[in-house]
């Protein structure tokens, strides 16, 4: 699940067909013919866990500190093996190459005030410091360019609390009046992570950190004349590197003549930690849908492509599907796509949410996946709205889609999201859902409707877990 980056997309004037989902369960018929609950029996978990592992653990089964960080070696060979995995059910995977991506890898970042180390952690695309940076603390509210000069933060090290403008802006008007450092804590509970969207955004070192532990040092900022700190910050950056889309598909057998596409999605990156739960979990699930969906008494009754994407780049901003969208609406191909699902941390949490780009977002393969939650009876956490994993590129363009998710997770973005962490029971469920979506829309007859693209200016904030 991505971080902080902001894309604009000015969408199309164009109207792009797509069909209508029905929102009513096939899962009875599905049921009546076998297939269903044959493949569901087929379902292994043991193989969703053995490809978290592969894709979050080294040879010698330690847990990989940068498993998949977008941009480097450990995220290219995790797109080979997927690409791999795709060509051995007969789906010829394809690599297709994102360029221009700059990979960053957070070394750590430490910050002692008066002795006392304070937990932060380093902005994606922060600069590093050359040891350890000194210097007095000012507050500056949400850092907007006013604030900033008012706080006269010139030559110093600042304090902005997270909300109303992005963390690069905060940073940017902060070291465009002169500081030397910056902090951005969170405007909720828990620790604060971000992106400071590209290395060209970023001005200097930043780091983010809780709320709990910003309250606390705006308070002691007023108690005393002077608050002087220790930051230090290390970074290992990539400039002009790639990333990958791995993309493999499953052809209809019925309905041959133009068959409709439905994608399944999920992003295979990571940033510097194992990624087990965030995203290795909804890759791994993917892959056993993909392992039996290609079995032949299932694919021979398939009416749609189903189509899936492994994307990368998602961590540093939605880069890969947003990439791969605009291929599918200059080419046309969008007008194709019945619907788009998207996993991304389903391993870790005790209830599946949902999340739609917006409410002008079609939800109709949404109201699909909430049926079927409440059909197989799994504890339901409800709908929300989100632009913060790969659905949303296709909301933007007209594509319905939906975001599943197991909700929540103490783990995310830390060192410690982890194999062991991660419940078989969720993998199974998601697995299970997925199934169960899949073959409702299979049997499901559509109709086709026109979809317009969301109009405007469309941000999709790629920042914190929406609901932490």
Do not use: W
């Not at 002692?112 to 937990?119: A, M, P």
């Not at 603390?137 to 109303?164: F, H, P, S, W």
């Not at 057998?253 to 068959?259: A, D, G, I, Y």
């Amino acid at each position: 699940m991505s971080k902080k980056r902001k894309i604009y997309v000015v969408a199309a004037s164009a109207i792009i067909a797509a069909p209508i989902l029905l929102a009513s369960p096939a899962s009875a018929a599905a049921n009546a013919n076998g297939i269903l609950s044959k493949i569901e029996r087929q379902l292994s978990v043991n193989q969703i866990l053995k490809d978290i592992e592969r894709l979050s653990m080294d040879e010698s089964g330690q847990n990989k500190d940068n498993a998949r960080v977008t941009g480097f070696e450990g995220e290219h060979e995790a797109a080979k093996y997927i690409q791999s995995e795709f060509n051995k059910l007969g789906m010829n995977g394809e690599l297709s190459t994102i360029e221009g991506i700059d990979g960053f890898i957070d070394d750590g970042a430490t910050l002692t005030v008066g002795g006392e180390k304070i937990e932060v952690k380093t902005m994606t695309f922060s600069q590093a410091t050359n040891g350890p940076l000194e210097g007095e603390l000012v507050y500056a509210g949400v850092g907007t360019e006013e604030e900033c000069k008012k706080a006269n933060v010139d030559g110093k090290i600042v304090l902005i609390q997270r909300g109303e403008i992005p963390f690069a802006q905060k940073a940017k008007n902060a070291y465009a009046n002169g500081a030397k450092g910056v902090i951005i804590y969170n405007n909720t509970s828990g620790m604060l992570g971000g992106t400071l969207g590209s290395l060209e955004d970023s001005k200097g070192p930043t780091v983010g950190m809780s709320l709990e532990d910003g309250t606390k040092l705006v308070e002691r900022i007023q108690d005393v004349e002077t608050l002087n700190i220790s930051m230090e910050v290390k970074t290992l950056v990539k400039p002009d590197s790639y990333s990958y889309n791995v993309i493999g598909e499953i052809p209809a057998h019925k309905n041959t003549k133009n068959p409709q596409t439905i994608v399944l999605g999920a992003h295979f990156d990571s940033v510097s930690c194992p990624g087990a739960n965030d995203n290795a979990s909804g890759t791994a699930t993917i892959l056993e849908v993909a392992r039996l969906l290609s079995k032949p008494e299932v694919k021979n009754k398939l009416q749609y492509n189903v189509r899936f994407v492994a994307f990368g780049a998602e961590e540093i901003g939605l880069i890969g599907s947003d990439q791969y969208v605009a291929q599918l609406v200059e080419s046309g191909e969008s007008k194709n796509i019945v619907g788009m699902i998207n996993l991304d941390m389903v391993g870790v949490g005790d209830q599946v949410v949902t999340y739609n780009l917006n409410d002008k977002a079609d939800h109709k393969i949404t109201d699909i996946a909430e049926d079927n939650i409440k059909e197989l009876g799994y504890k339901y956490g409800g709908h929300f709205n989100s632009g913060s994993s790969d659905h949303a590129p296709f909301e933007a363009a007209g594509i319905p889609a939906v975001f599943i998710q197991f909700d929540k997770d103490p783990y995310y973005h830390t060192d410690e999201d982890t194999i062991d962490k991660i419940d078989p029971q969720n993998i199974k469920e998601t697995a299970t859902l997925v199934l169960n979506m899949l073959m409702d829309m299979n049997d499901t007859k559509q109709e086709k409707q026109k979809h317009k693209p969301l109009k405007g200016k469309i941000e999709f904030e790629n920042q914190q877990m929406p609901r932490k």
